[in-house]
Nanobody, 123 residues
Framework: VQLQASGGGLVRAGNSLRLSCAAS????????VGWFRQAPGKERQFVAH????????YYADSVKGRFTISRDNTKNTVYLQMNSLKPEDTAIYYCAASPRIGTIVIPTLYDYWGQGTQVTVSS
């Protein structure tokens, strides 16, 4: 599975962005997909994940109520809708895929990673 994240950019606080994670390769619809982010000098941080079917989602407390993860398996794409953005959301955002079930917030449990897309939120 190959993943490519896109949709990042520079926005002002309070605005929105939608990130996309496009997958190629076989079996994508059977993978849980997660979004992570990494700010300069900080560790990679879990943001959200969605089950292979799309009927189960899980969010970090820091984004709950502001971000929404969804997927369209017919398009092999997962989305992260980010509303009410804050300067502390500034980071490189990565999508990743895991064949494991359950709540998975540790980066090392994801087998495939996209290249990342920069999100910058100005105050």
């Amino acid at each position: 599975v190959q993943l490519q994240a896109s949709g990042g950019g520079l926005v002002r606080a309070g605005n929105s962005l939608r990130l996309s994670c496009a997958a190629s390769g076989r079996g994508f619809s059977r993978y849980k997909v997660g979004w992570f982010r990494q700010a300069p000098g900080k560790e990679r941080q879990f943001v959200a994940h969605i089950s292979w079917s799309g009927d189960s989602t899980y969010y970090a407390d820091s984004v709950k109520g502001r971000f929404t993860i969804s997927r369209d398996n017919t398009k092999n794409t997962v989305y992260l809708q980010m509303n009410s953005l804050k300067p502390e959301d500034t980071a490189i955002y990565y999508c990743a895929a895991s064949p494991r079930i359950g709540t998975i917030v540790i980066p090392t449990l994801y087998d495939y990673w996209g290249q990342g897309t920069q999100v910058t939120v100005s105050s």
